[in-house]
């Protein structure tokens, strides 16, 4: 049972750093407010991640300070709350000097400006909302929205959405998370004002997860519409103590609810219309149990913690993380100074980061990284990232022939070191693959991006065997080429013909033999005849040595070959794209099919010149693919696969 708003281990807490500007009424979150005074600017940032995950402070530190909640905008901005009023903003990785807005506050103890989100139409409408602590007597906290003009809100633009109930003397339990949900509607975090009653009744808005419309009037399709009155009726859910944050899942809409606990128990919670999370009669898991409450997914003790904050959910549009992120949600703790990860699959939690000053709030970024948000060290934002994988080794099968219809392949390095590499094409050892007609003699040249002859190799022992030996890619059969270059940052070429101009199924390749350099593999293209079946353009990549997602761009070409000359181009390319197990990822006909997919490709400079072509946008995860470019409806030419690595 909860019975009390501040623990022992609270107070000691504020004791020791000598803080104790208010009386034992100082209650937690934020932490108290006091804890991240007394904590900031007295350690510096050292945060500890996983291995493999690196961080790097994201705008400038947020003086004044004491920030309470973030959010990004859909065009990417990171807008700040600040406790005293300001909402800052963060755009390129730069803080702006001006504030979007400047609100009039109550900023006692846990008052303040205490949350922000965005209208689903923000790209048309410009309209944002925020939850502030107004002044007065007695004081009560509103949601209000402003209307973007650039960078700040347009003068005269606020129009309140919401006021809620007023509040007691007591400054804490004020909620503030505010965020629109999967069917359009506001949803708004309010605490219960240290009155665990309040949290029980449907007199009041305290204590409860309410839903709006975003013009402040309430839906008649809430859960106690037809019980509660008046204003009231914009209860979804009660028995909540403050849940200072909440997430809705991207995709699946689901709902987790952070609860601030009192002496035991920090909890996540469904969030559920018309649910009862049970406070104050429960704190955490009800003992007995009680069939009138729902129990928390998760519940977690006051050892080295004291409050919930931040929550996200791991779904971004661009993958970055490492694959066992997808679907996880994240968490963190005011006191603890730390964050975890939930598997929701199974409700259990890991350790994700430790060492930080005073985490209040936790968001995924559309670039696919996690934020966190600090009052520590002056108030500041710090970005997680898992760095991308690169491509290790780039391949391309296709059919080998004379003239126009040899097999070309292009890779680019990219960095500014030089890149050892070795480049192969194999022919006869494709039949154990049970590849038909393969290239029975296959001849390589190497040629730089003006064309400039570098080396050539017909059977790879008749030059450079022991270096060739030692990389552990020595071809199986003798009369297949490779050799061993060490390339400065730049384009290069690739061209397998046929001994004597024979013909049939070759394949080219080119590995990173130095995985150190200050320099990758950036893309990899290939040009050749595509006909049906094994006889189709397939190009193969292997992306490694980081843990995180690399963004590659796919593209098949065939209409615009023409303007350089080239006979016979397919027509109308068809692109699919693999994993090693062979199971399809994406595929594509015209690239401009899919609008979303259309736009990132276009904003990346790599949009194909002919709307018959195809491409394909999106992150992979370290491993093996494919891309496979055949002709629409059986169709025949000339056709181009390339592969791009996007940094």
Same mark, same amino acid.
């Given at each position: 049972?909860?019975?009390?708003?501040?623990?022992?281990?609270?107070?000691?807490?504020?004791?020791?750093?000598?803080?104790?500007?208010?009386?034992?009424?100082?209650?937690?979150?934020?932490?108290?407010?006091?804890?991240?005074?007394?904590?900031?600017?007295?350690?510096?940032?050292?945060?500890?991640?996983?291995?493999?995950?690196?961080?790097?402070?994201?705008?400038?530190?947020?003086?004044?300070?004491?920030?309470?909640?973030?959010?990004?905008?859909?065009?990417?901005?990171?807008?700040?709350?600040?406790?005293?009023?300001?909402?800052?903003?963060?755009?390129?990785?730069?803080?702006?000097?001006?504030?979007?807005?400047?609100?009039?506050?109550?900023?006692?103890?846990?008052?303040?400006?205490?949350?922000?989100?965005?209208?689903?139409?923000?790209?048309?409408?410009?309209?944002?909302?925020?939850?502030?602590?107004?002044?007065?007597?007695?004081?009560?906290?509103?949601?209000?929205?402003?209307?973007?003009?650039?960078?700040?809100?347009?003068?005269?633009?606020?129009?309140?959405?919401?006021?809620?109930?007023?509040?007691?003397?007591?400054?804490?339990?004020?909620?503030?998370?505010?965020?629109?949900?999967?069917?359009?509607?506001?949803?708004?975090?309010?605490?219960?004002?240290?009155?665990?009653?309040?949290?029980?009744?449907?007199?009041?808005?305290?204590?409860?997860?309410?839903?709006?419309?975003?013009?402040?009037?309430?839906?008649?399709?809430?859960?106690?519409?037809?019980?509660?009155?008046?204003?009231?009726?914009?209860?979804?859910?009660?028995?909540?103590?403050?849940?200072?944050?909440?997430?809705?899942?991207?995709?699946?809409?689901?709902?987790?609810?952070?609860?601030?606990?009192?002496?035991?128990?920090?909890?996540?919670?469904?969030?559920?219309?018309?649910?009862?999370?049970?406070?104050?009669?429960?704190?955490?898991?009800?003992?007995?149990?009680?069939?009138?409450?729902?129990?928390?997914?998760?519940?977690?003790?006051?050892?080295?913690?004291?409050?919930?904050?931040?929550?996200?959910?791991?779904?971004?549009?661009?993958n970055q993380f490492p694959a066992g992120y997808l679907d996880k949600?994240?968490?963190?703790?005011?006191?603890?100074?730390?964050?975890?990860?939930?598997? +929701?699959?199974?409700?259990?939690?890991?350790?994700?980061?430790?060492?930080?000053?005073?985490?209040?709030?936790?968001?995924?970024?559309?670039?696919?990284?996690?934020?966190?948000?600090?009052?520590?060290?002056?108030?500041?934002?710090?970005?997680?990232?898992?760095?991308?994988?690169?491509?290790?080794?780039?391949?391309?099968?296709?059919?080998?022939?004379?003239?126009?219809?040899?097999?070309?392949?292009?890779?680019?390095?990219?960095?500014?070191? +030089?890149?050892?590499?070795?480049?192969?094409?194999?022919?006869?050892?494709?039949?154990?693959? &049970?590849?038909?007609?393969?290239?029975?003699?296959?001849?390589?040249?190497?040629?730089?991006? &003006?064309?400039?002859?570098?080396?050539?190799?017909?059977?790879?022992?008749?030059?450079?065997?022991?270096?060739?030996?030692?990389?552990?890619?020595?071809?199986?059969?003798?009369?297949?080429?490779?050799?061993?270059?060490?390339?400065?940052?730049?384009?290069?070429?690739?061209?397998?013909?046929?001994?004597?101009?024979?013909?049939?199924?070759?394949?080219?390749?080119?590995?990173?033999?130095?995985?150190?350099?200050?320099?990758?593999?950036?893309?990899?293209?290939?040009?050749?005849?595509?006909?049906?079946?094994?006889?189709?353009?397939?190009?193969?990549?292997?992306?490694?040595?980081?843990?995180?997602?690399?963004?590659?761009?796919?593209?098949?070409?065939?209409?615009?070959?023409?303007?350089?000359?080239?006979?016979?181009?397919?027509?109308? +390319?068809?692109?699919?794209?693999?994993?090693?197990?062979?199971?399809?990822?994406?595929?594509?006909?015209?690239?401009?099919?899919?609008?979303?997919?259309?736009?990132?490709?276009?904003?990346?400079?790599?949009?194909?010149?002919?709307?018959?072509?195809?491409?394909?946008?999106?992150?992979?995860?370290?491993g093996a693919y494919t891309a496979i470019v055949a002709g629409k409806?059986?169709?025949?030419?000339?056709?181009?696969?390339?592969?791009?690595?996007?940094?």
């Open positions: 049972m909860k019975n009390g708003s501040l623990s022992d281990k609270a107070v000691t807490r504020l004791d020791r750093c000598h803080c104790l500007m208010f009386s034992r009424h100082v209650w937690r979150l934020i932490g108290c407010i006091a804890l991240g005074f007394c904590l900031g600017g007295l350690s510096l940032h050292a945060a500890t991640l996983l291995p493999g995950f690196t961080e790097t402070q994201y705008g400038s530190t947020l003086d004044p300070g004491s920030p309470t909640a973030m959010a990004f905008s859909p065009d990417g901005r990171l807008f700040v709350c600040l406790q005293g009023g300001q909402l800052r903003v963060i755009k390129n990785g730069t803080l702006l000097a001006t504030p979007f807005v400047t609100l009039t506050v109550d900023s006692f103890n846990e008052r303040g400006l205490l949350g922000i989100t965005f209208d689903p139409n923000f790209a048309s409408n410009q309209f944002l909302y925020v939850y502030y602590t107004v002044p007065g007597t007695p004081a009560h906290n509103r949601v209000s929205r402003f209307t973007a003009s650039g960078d700040v809100a347009a003068a005269g633009s606020e129009v309140i959405i919401l006021d809620l109930d007023n509040l007691s003397s007591f400054g804490n339990h004020n909620g503030g998370a505010i965020h629109f949900g999967p069917d359009g509607k506001l949803y708004v975090g309010v605490g219960e004002n240290n009155n665990g009653a309040n949290a029980q009744t449907l007199t009041n808005r305290l204590g409860k997860l309410l839903r709006i419309n975003a013009d402040g009037s309430l839906p008649a399709d809430n859960p106690f519409f037809n019980t509660a009155i008046g204003a009231n009726r914009a209860i979804w859910a009660l028995g909540l103590r403050n849940p200072y944050t909440f997430a809705f899942q991207s995709g699946t809409g689901r709902m987790f609810i952070n609860d601030v606990g009192a002496n035991t128990w920090e909890e996540i919670n469904d969030g559920i219309a018309g649910s009862n999370y049970g406070w104050s009669i429960c704190e955490g898991a009800c003992s007995p149990p009680n069939a009138n409450f729902r129990d928390p997914l998760f519940q977690y003790g006051h050892t080295a913690a004291c409050a919930i904050v931040g929550g996200a959910f791991y779904n971004p549009p661009i949600y994240f968490f963190a703790d005011l006191c603890g100074n730390w964050i975890r990860v939930m598997d +929701p699959s199974h409700n259990t939690a890991s350790d994700f980061a430790t060492g930080l000053v005073t985490p209040v709030d936790l968001q995924v970024g559309p670039d696919g990284s996690l934020y966190y948000l600090i009052r520590g060290n002056g108030g500041q934002v710090w970005k997680v990232s898992a760095p991308p994988s690169q491509p290790l080794d780039i391949s391309t099968r296709s059919h080998v022939a004379s003239g126009n219809s040899v097999m070309i392949g292009g890779f680019i390095i990219t960095g500014n070191a +030089p890149k050892r590499v070795i480049v192969r094409a194999l022919g006869p050892s494709l039949q154990q693959f &049970n590849v038909p007609n393969p290239l029975a003699d296959p001849v390589l040249e190497l040629h730089g991006s &003006n064309g400039a002859f570098i080396n050539s190799n017909n059977d790879w022992r008749d030059a450079q065997e022991t270096e060739i030996r030692s990389s552990g890619l020595a071809p199986q059969n003798n009369l297949e080429s490779a050799l061993i270059a060490t390339l400065q940052p730049g384009a290069y070429t690739a061209i397998v013909i046929g001994q004597g101009g024979s013909s049939g199924v070759g394949l080219v390749e080119v590995y990173d033999l130095d995985l150190t350099a200050a320099s990758k593999l950036g893309n990899i293209s290939t040009r050749s005849f595509v006909q049906a079946d094994d006889n189709r353009l397939i190009g193969g990549f292997i992306l490694g040595t980081n843990i995180g997602a690399a963004k590659v761009i796919v593209r098949a070409l065939g209409p615009s070959l023409t303007q350089f000359g080239i006979g016979n181009a397919l027509a109308d +390319p068809t692109l699919e794209l693999r994993d090693s197990n062979g199971a399809q990822l994406f595929a594509n006909d015209n690239w401009q099919d899919d609008p979303n997919q259309a736009a990132q490709i276009t904003a990346s400079g790599l949009a194909p010149a002919n709307p018959l072509e195809s491409a394909i946008s999106t992150s992979l995860f370290p409806n059986g169709g025949t030419g000339i056709g181009l696969v390339e592969i791009y690595n996007i940094p």
